[in-house]
């Protein structure tokens, strides 16, 4: 239809909006499946009449945490990405360190947002949308 083509010209659109979304989508989540299944997840508005609107997914602000994190939370996150997810006493075990300092450091990274439950084991991992922040910090760190 001339009239969208024009719209599109307008609003300066010049791919078709479903490859933007899905190319924003692998961009955010750095190809990995259960962050590209998660970031669609929240990008749904709403659905109604079987109809299902989208927005775009945005990459989430994790800059400020940049500051906040020491480097016992880089090796944390560190220790975290090598064994997939770790309950406090396998961290204590891993830092060798008392099993209270690292329920509260991984107490602290969850109240942050940056890692969550795993919903397959008992205990923690990287959020999947903090996911290219913590391998951006693991680089910038000389750790990965």
Known sequence: ??????????????DDPQKM????LYEQ??????????????????????KVEMKQPLA??????????????????LSVQQHGSLEPEELARVLMEPIETSRLRLDRLAALDIMAPDPEHRGLRVRPEAQLFVNDLLQRMNLI
């Open 29 to 50: 989540s750095g190809g990995v499946f259960r962050s590209a299944f998660e970031l669609w997840q929240s990008s749904i508005s709403r659905i109604e009449a079987g």
């Open 60 to 77: 989430p602000d994790f800059g400020s945490l940049r500051r906040e994190l020491n480097q016992m939370d880089h090796f944390t996150l």
């Open 1 to 14: 239809d001339p009239r969208v083509n024009r719209l599109r010209a307008f609003f300066g659109i010049k």
């Open 21 to 24: 979304f899905f190319d924003a």
